[in-house]
């Protein structure tokens, strides 16, 4: 059974930082490609920034140069560190597994984690 569990989440002023944690399990964590995706009241999902087994990483141009993912195959999780927070980023964030680089198909979802940027 596949799990991915998300934390990190939490209210955080404008230009603040946050990271989220996303734990899997019951995947080959080594050799899949995971993704965040975020969804705001009201817009269609976006998907924030992919990385591949090989540590690639691609990102939205919303996030780009403010976020960055990251993974440790030892504990089988990805990081996603999020910099310069603004409240258009405010929204809820997914962890998502699955397959492809620069056409990325989520399989699997976590439960998601609320990061609200306010002051």
């Known amino acids: 059974q596949v799990q991915l569990v998300e934390s990190g989440g939490d209210l955080v002023q404008p230009g603040g930082s946050l990271r989220l944690s996303c734990a899997a399990s019951g995947i080959i964590f080594s050799t899949s490609v995971m993704g965040w995706y975020r969804q705001a009241p009201g817009k269609q999902r976006e998907l924030v920034a992919t990385i591949t087994y090989g540590r690639s990483t691609i990102y ?55 990061v609200t940027v306010s002051s």
């Open 60 to 114: 939205a141009d919303s996030v780009k140069g403010r976020f960055t993912l990251s993974k440790d195959n030892t504990k089988n999780t990805v990081y996603l560190q999020m910099n310069s927070l603004k409240p258009e980023d405010t929204a809820v964030y997914y962890c998502t597994a699955g397959s492809g680089s620069a056409y990325y198909t989520p399989r699997y979802w976590g439960q998601g984690t609320q």
